[in-house]
């Protein structure tokens, strides 16, 4: 039996690998961070060479450090920065544009034209998903429309599309596979997610040739083995997921009902539903989980665009801190914030305002603020903009949320934890991993080859590190999320008188 499962985590910033053993502790990883290209405000790409290049780099970096021979690798399994889109030359899998990253908002008008001609209802019914220009479908028909010859050259057959787990799959397999999961499909705003099949009235309607998709598969399958001159060797390619339903399965959410947050950039809550999609009410988005067969688990899903971007903008912009950590030492040093409310929208907000034009906006300043109330109540906002996350799934699935699974750089944060669990009267367990992202895809891609026999296996692998139970009186609890509603009213009432 080999020893290790490769993780290959490609993200919007970086690229990762991660060697996991069968107890799924991290063994060796390296990480790269690659070009950010803003050719226009707004507007966000990647080389996909450089995604390809630097994500092959880490993987040989990571084996190298434990001198990993390819025989030593089980499997691999890849999770990835999702709605991504990428177009290549199937004959020379040269890409015909850079990739089209998921914050790119070039397609705005696009999708303004998209509710005009009311599709964004046949959108949400089909897909699960708001109309936003954040998916795949308007990016695909951009690059079609404007890259010279693409049109017809997709048209002919020539032109191949996929997501970043697909364009690594394509050059891991050296052009052999073509392919995405479940999971990935479902943020492309194509693909009918009760169905399971690619939608064809969408299709027609952004004028995407069906020829240039990828076949669909489920998240925990052999896709294919890696080409002989990649790594030396055979490897099977057996896992695949987008970063938040990767991170879903690695925290074992297994379970109707179970749910995690991950405290990274923004906030990704996700719930699994179990094999029912659930449409929301509510401003959450409905998506497929990762699953491990063509029966797929459903999961309900909410964003927060600025979390943990909003203590790098104290560090880096206010510089209040020096360190992300110190945050909760000057939190701690009040009791309170003294009424200050700090509502990080600097892009909008997500769910369940949905509001692009809101900004942020600071409240309740008295000659008596300090530093400390300022620092706490930016620190407190992750927590109130989680809270209306857990509201809303509250709402659409008519739950009361009793616990709560965290990740992420900032779930690290213990102060940050403590009044989550205060402000959402949850129980928020923190495993001992919070790489989940990468665990996830290493643990789709070995349960496909045996590595890992089922989930009852990987569940033992689950290891809580640290809990906090809600503290706060009921009362103070209910004055604190008032202050902070009328907090997001005053940014939004501010945004809407905008001139
Ligand atoms: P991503 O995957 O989105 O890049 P990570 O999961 O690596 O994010 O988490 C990094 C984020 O977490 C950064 O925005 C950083 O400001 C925040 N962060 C890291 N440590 C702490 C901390 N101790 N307290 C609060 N925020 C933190």
């Known amino acids: 039996m080999s020893k290790y499962i490769m993780a290959l985590d490609q993200g919007t910033t970086s690229s990762r690998c991660i060697l996991f053993d069968k107890k799924g502790n991290s063994i060796s990883s390296a990480q790269k961070e690659y070009t950010q290209i803003f050719p226009k405000p707004g507007w966000v790409e990647h080389d996909p060479m450089e995604i390809w290049s630097s994500q092959l780099s880490v993987a040989v970096e990571a084996m190298g450090k434990v001198r990993a021979h390819y025989t030593d690798i089980a499997a691999i399994g890849i999770t990835n920065q999702r709605e991504t889109t990428i177009l290549w030359d199937r004959k020379t899998g040269e890409p015909v544009y850079n990739a089209i990253v998921w914050q790119c908002r070039r397609t705005a008008d696009r999708i303004e034209k998209v509710k005009a001609d ?42 191949a599309f996929g997501t970043v787990d697909t364009w690594l799959i394509w050059n891991l397999t050296k052009g052999a596979v073509h392919v995405t999961d479940y999971s990935n499909a479902s943020r492309t705003m194509l693909f009918d997610i009760h169905k399971k099949c690619w939608d064809q009235e969408l299709l027609d309607y952004f004028d995407i040739p069906a020829l240039i998709l990828p076949e669909v598969k489920p998240s925990s399958f052999l896709y294919g083995k890696t080409s002989v001159d990649v790594f030396g060797g055979e490897i099977p390619i057996s896992g695949a997921a987008g970063d938040q339903q990767a991170a879903l399965f690695g925290q074992c959410c297994f379970q109707q009902g179970e749910m995690k947050n991950t405290y990274g950039t923004g906030c990704f809550l996700l719930m699994n539903t179990g094999n029912v999609p659930v449409e929301s009410n509510c401003g959450l988005v409905t998506t497929i989980a990762a699953s491990i067969s063509d029966d797929v688990d459903y999961a309900l899903e909410g964003s927060v665009f600025v979390a943990g971007a909003a203590v790098q903008w104290l560090r880096d912009e206010m510089r209040m801190v020096r360190s992300a950590p110190q945050t909760a030492e000057y ?169």
């Open 118 to 159: 009311g599709m964004d209802s046949v959108i949400k019914q089909r897909t699960g998903l708001v109309a936003d220009a954040y998916f795949s479908a308007s990016k695909i028909a951009w690059i079609l429309e404007n890259v010279e010859g693409a049109k017809e050259r997709a048209k002919k057959g020539e032109l």
């Open 331 to 499: 939190c701690e040093q009040v009791e309170d914030t003294g009424g200050v409310y700090l509502v990080p929208a600097f892009s909008g907000l997500g769910t369940p305002y949905w509001n692009p034009y809101a900004r942020g906006i600071t409240v309740g300043i008295t000659r008596g603020t300090s530093k400390e109330h300022f620092i706490r109540a930016t620190v407190e906002s992750i927590a109130y903009q989680v809270y209306d996350l857990i509201e809303a799934m509250g709402k659409d699935f008519q739950i009361h949320v009793k616990e709560l699974r965290v990740d992420g750089g900032a779930s690290i944060n213990d102060f940050l934890m403590q009044f989550q669990s205060d402000i959402t009267g949850a129980h928020i367990i923190r495993p001992a991993c919070i790489e989940t992202t990468a665990l996830g895809a290493a643990y789709l891609a070995g349960l496909a080859v045996g590595y890992w026999a089922d989930l009852e296996e990987i569940k033992q692998n689950w290891q809580i590190s640290r809990e906090f139970q809600p503290e706060m009186e009921e009362e103070k609890k209910h004055k604190l999320i008032k202050g902070w509603k009328r907090a997001v009213k005053a940014a939004i009432v501010w945004a809407d008188e905008e001139e």
